[in-house]
């Protein structure tokens, strides 16, 4: 869909509820969404059955906007929260698209999410407002379809070839040890293996570090990094460029950042945990760091 036209239900909860409500779907509407929103298209005088009963009809997909309130109308059928959700549990949805409604969680501390209409249907739940931005990009790419593009392809039985293909598909397989797909975490790296290079993230989110030895609780670090010494939070994007990206090579210690540019102009941060040095009294060389990738959309 180029534009998918995409109506949002929701209850009047509060002021504060139907400004956050609006948030969303100006957000949506700036890429490329086309938000059918009660707050700009119904007007004073219009019929509100038949702006929820056409709005429903036009939509590719319904943004059910699940807080406490909101589950106790639908499931008693009060006002038109109850109203909608009476259409959208018609045969519109029990015969033709299982996945016409997308429930979001906000302002819920029940222990039921969602309308015991909706089922056992998963939901995306938007109640933390740190995590506003990753939560909106899976909504986003939920409603264009760009998720299920995310499956990586299949690959084929590594012990269906031949002998001389064993050690290659052993590579392969111990590659995965070297490389954390997810936006953020904890990691223990053997340094001392894959040459000094742990991957982080995937796609435009790609970041190649290189790590080697230094000393106990400290350790080299290569590439387009920033870094500076005093910083020992994970910074705010907009405070990035405050940080000196002038070496390639840094020296940093236990409890220190440093912030990674990919090709892309995308930014990771990793903070240093422990450091063990085979040339410090240890068998092997391993670190131990967290990291954040900033998702910019």
């Not at 929701?10 to 409500?21: C, L, T």
């Not at 807080?67 to 109203?83: D, I, M, T």
């Amino acid at each position: 869909m180029t534009n998918p036209n995409v109506f949002i239900s929701y209850s009047h909860d509060s002021d504060e509820h139907k400004e956050w409500v609006l948030k969303l779907a100006s957000d949506l509407r700036s890429h490329g969404v086309n938000t059918i929103l009660d707050q700009w298209d119904l007007r004073l005088g219009s019929d509100l059955r038949f702006f929820m009963e056409n709005g429903l009809s036009d939509a590719n997909l319904v943004l059910c906007i699940c807080s406490e309130r909101y589950v106790k109308k639908v499931n008693s059928g009060e006002g038109g929260s109850g109203y909608e959700a009476m259409i959208m549990t018609q045969p519109l949805l029990q015969n033709a698209n299982t996945e016409f409604v997308i429930a979001i969680v906000r302002n819920n501390s029940a222990v039921q999410k969602v309308p015991l209409a909706f089922g056992s249907k998963l939901y995306i739940d938007f109640s933390d407002d740190f995590q506003y931005v990753a939560r909106y990009q899976e909504l986003l790419e939920r409603i264009y379809g760009e998720d299920s593009k995310k499956k990586p392809p299949l690959g084929k039985n590594p012990f269906s070839d031949d002998l001389g293909r064993q050690i290659e598909k052993k590579i392969k397989i111990d590659s995965v040890k070297y490389h954390s797909h997810s936006m953020s975490g904890t990691v223990v790296f053997r340094f001392d293996n894959n040459n000094g290079d742990y991957l982080l993230g995937d796609g435009e989110y790609l970041f190649k570090t290189h790590w080697s030895r230094a000393g106990n609780n400290s350790i080299y670090v290569s590439g387009k990094i920033g870094f500076d010494v005093d910083v020992t939070v994970f910074p705010n994007i907009d405070s990035l460029h405050m940080l000196d990206f002038s070496s390639r090579l840094r020296t940093i210690r236990t409890g220190q950042i440093v912030v990674f540019e990919n090709q892309y102009h995308h930014f990771a941060a990793i903070k240093l945990g422990t450091v063990k040095s085979s040339s410090h009294g240890y068998s092997y060389d391993e670190m131990t760091f967290e990291y954040h990738i900033y998702n910019i959309t």
